[in-house]
């Protein structure tokens, strides 16, 4: 077996990782953390050293690490069948089972699901569905999108111009001049401190409807939101948030997407984020949860309304459709998605998010609510943050030059609990998988307040 300094200086040499600080990680100065392991919460080094992960992997661990039913419904499909397309028709057992399953679950007004890999393709699709269904029915000026800011829907030149985050645009030449970004729903940091959180949605909603006027109603196709915020600080929707976006987007023919990537298969506590906030999508993006991340997943789930206009366009045009990729309705993606939602039903996840989530949440206001520097703790079912600012009174952040926030993720590490330090400010973002038990609620709690300590104090 190779020893941790062999596969530490192999890493650095060779392998370009995702949201990584290049010159610091090939140099040797940032952490290096080689995984070997997990079970339930839990994740294991290569040195042996275990941690509570209160993220999930990146949310998406949902039933937990070391499920064996996943791990032997992907050896079995392997073994069986480990690849066949899915194009003019094709499909497998498992694809078309997973097909059921997920439509079972979603809205009723919901019709199909395709099958991706990333939920940043299942938005570029979304994207590009979105704007046939516009030139069918005979709208082709209606192209433009609106999303947040601090909205997050991929990283690619589409779905990151869609991501209202300054990192995943400057030096790339994005956004793409069809986005558009209007306010993001986070109650802190709203224009007025005087604001009441009705005031703050109703300044939502008409900023929205400025916008629409600026733009032309005629020229916007569609408009992407994630039901609750993730990765732009994990932020709950103020109250009568949707209720009050919703009517506007019908009013001038403007289609929902609904990114339920971070929020699907039960991380809010019901099995989706558009059924826990009264959406009515035509489009919704999941990944993530899909497959609790044991096999790389994604789809779109498109209405019934979208689906009726798009089969009528291949019947006029005699043709199939011109979109798919290479690995859509993977057999083995399907074989794991199939078993993980199983398990979701069958451990009963979405009773044990209602219990523990509260839990977490008060554990985190009990450890640092009080904390001269907390502006705010928040969180829905099993997502949570914690911000940090200079002045709370003044709402005045830190500057980002001291690294609050992964300096608070670091400290936190150190005493065996994983959170991540969320862009846009300094917060510390929680996701734990949805198994999490209340002594692991604690612990997490625990370990903020320590962290917080060793920081700040």
Same mark, same amino acid.
Request: aromatic share 8%; net charge negative.
């Given at each position: 077996?190779?020893?941790?300094?062999?596969?530490?200086?192999?890493?650095?040499?060779?392998?370009?990782?995702?949201?990584?600080?290049?010159?610091?990680?090939?140099?040797?100065?940032?952490?290096?953390?080689?995984?070997?392991?997990?079970?339930?919460?839990?994740?294991?080094?290569?040195?042996?050293?275990?941690?509570?992960?209160?993220?999930?992997?990146?949310?998406?661990?949902?039933?937990?690490?070391?499920?064996?039913?996943?791990?032997?419904?992907?050896?079995?499909?392997?073994?069986?069948?480990?690849?066949?397309?899915?194009?003019?028709?094709?499909?497998?057992?498992?694809?078309?089972?997973?097909?059921?399953? $997920?439509?079972?679950?979603?809205?009723?007004?919901?019709?199909?699901?395709?099958?991706?890999?990333?939920?940043?393709? +299942? #938005?570029?699709?979304?994207?590009?569905?979105?704007?046939?269904?516009? #030139?069918?029915?005979?709208?082709?000026?209606?192209?433009?999108?609106?999303?947040?800011?601090?909205?997050?829907?991929?990283?690619?030149?589409?779905?990151?111009?869609?991501?209202?985050?300054?990192?995943?645009?400057?030096?790339?030449?994005?956004?793409?001049?069809?986005?558009?970004?209007?306010?993001? *729903?986070?109650?802190?940091?709203?224009?007025?401190?005087?604001?009441?959180?009705?005031?703050?949605?109703?300044?939502?909603?008409?900023?929205?409807?400025?916008?629409?006027?600026?733009?032309?109603?005629?020229?916007?196709?569609?408009?992407?939101?994630?039901?609750?915020?993730?990765?732009?600080?994990?932020?709950?929707?103020?109250?009568?948030?949707?209720?009050?976006?919703?009517?506007?987007?019908?009013?001038?023919?403007?289609?929902?997407?609904?990114?339920?990537?971070?929020?699907?298969?039960?991380?809010?506590?019901?099995?989706?984020?558009?059924?826990?906030?009264?959406?009515?999508?035509?489009?919704?993006?999941?990944?993530?949860?899909?497959?609790?991340?044991?096999?790389?997943?994604?789809?779109?789930?498109?209405?019934?309304? $979208?689906?009726?206009?798009?089969?009528?366009?291949?019947?006029?045009?005699?043709?199939?459709?011109?979109?798919?990729?290479?690995?859509?309705?993977? *057999?083995?993606? +399907? +074989? +794991?998605?199939?078993?993980?939602?199983?398990?979701?039903?069958?451990?009963?996840?979405?009773?044990?998010?209602?219990?523990?989530?509260?839990?977490?949440?008060?554990?985190?206001?009990?450890?640092?609510?009080?904390?001269?520097?907390?502006?705010? $703790?928040?969180?829905?079912?099993?997502?949570?943050?914690?911000?940090?600012?200079?002045?709370?009174?003044?709402?005045?952040?830190?500057?980002?030059?001291?690294?609050?926030?992964?300096?608070?993720?670091?400290?936190?590490?150190?005493?065996?609990?994983?959170?991540?330090?969320?862009?846009?400010?300094?917060?510390?973002?929680?996701?734990?998988?949805?198994?999490?038990?209340?002594?692991?609620?604690?612990?997490?709690?625990?370990?903020?307040?320590?962290?917080?300590?060793? $920081?700040?104090?």
């Amino acid at each position: 077996m190779l020893t941790n300094d062999q596969l530490a200086a192999w890493d650095r040499d060779n392998f370009f990782h995702p949201s990584t600080a290049l010159g610091e990680f090939a140099r040797g100065d940032a952490t290096s953390r080689i995984i070997e392991g997990g079970e339930g919460c839990v994740i294991r080094d290569r040195d042996g050293r275990e941690m509570l992960d209160g993220f999930a992997g990146l949310y998406c661990v949902n039933v937990g690490y070391g499920r064996q039913e996943i791990a032997d419904a992907i050896a079995a499909q392997a073994k069986t069948l480990a690849y066949y397309h899915a194009y003019a028709g094709h499909g497998t057992e498992a694809s078309i089972t997973l097909s059921k399953m $997920v439509m079972d679950r979603a809205p009723e007004h919901m019709s199909k699901v395709y099958f991706g890999l990333s939920g940043s393709d +299942a #938005n570029e699709t979304n994207i590009k569905l979105l704007w046939s269904y516009h #030139n069918l029915i005979g709208k082709p000026e209606k192209k433009k999108i609106i999303s947040r800011w601090r909205g997050y829907h991929g990283s690619g030149l589409m779905t990151g111009s869609l991501t209202g985050l300054p990192l995943f645009h400057k030096t790339y030449d994005l956004p793409l001049d069809r986005v558009h970004h209007t306010v993001a *729903p986070s109650y802190l940091h709203r224009p007025d401190a005087d604001m009441s959180e009705a005031d703050f949605v109703a300044y939502c909603a008409r900023e929205l409807e400025a916008m629409i006027e600026r733009e032309g109603a005629d020229t916007i196709a569609g408009f992407i939101g994630e039901p609750m915020l993730g990765t732009g600080g994990i932020v709950p929707p103020p109250a009568g948030y949707w209720e009050a976006i919703q009517p506007i987007l019908k009013k001038h023919d403007i289609l929902l997407i609904a990114d339920e990537v971070v929020c699907g298969f039960g991380r809010l506590g019901s099995m989706f984020g558009s059924i826990h906030y009264g959406m009515e999508p035509d489009f919704m993006t999941i990944a993530k949860g899909l497959t609790s991340a044991y096999a790389p997943m994604s789809g779109t789930i498109v209405s019934d309304k $979208v689906f009726k206009v798009l089969a009528k366009g291949t019947d006029d045009s005699g043709g199939a459709i011109g979109h798919g990729w290479t690995y859509s309705a993977h *057999p083995l993606g +399907a +074989a +794991a998605g199939v078993a993980n939602l199983k398990l979701v039903d069958e451990m009963g996840l979405l009773e044990n998010t209602r219990k523990v989530g509260p839990e977490l949440l008060g554990a985190l206001s009990d450890a640092v609510g009080a904390h001269n520097h907390v502006a705010e $703790v928040r969180g829905e079912g099993l997502l949570a943050a914690v911000e940090f600012h200079e002045d709370v009174a003044a709402r005045k952040a830190f500057d980002p030059a001291r690294k609050i926030g992964p300096k608070l993720a670091a400290a936190m590490a150190a005493r065996g609990v994983i959170a991540r330090a969320m862009p846009g400010g300094d917060i510390l973002g929680f996701a734990p998988p949805l198994c999490l038990t209340t002594a692991e609620a604690h612990q997490i709690a625990d370990a903020v307040k320590g962290a917080v300590a060793d $920081v700040l104090d």
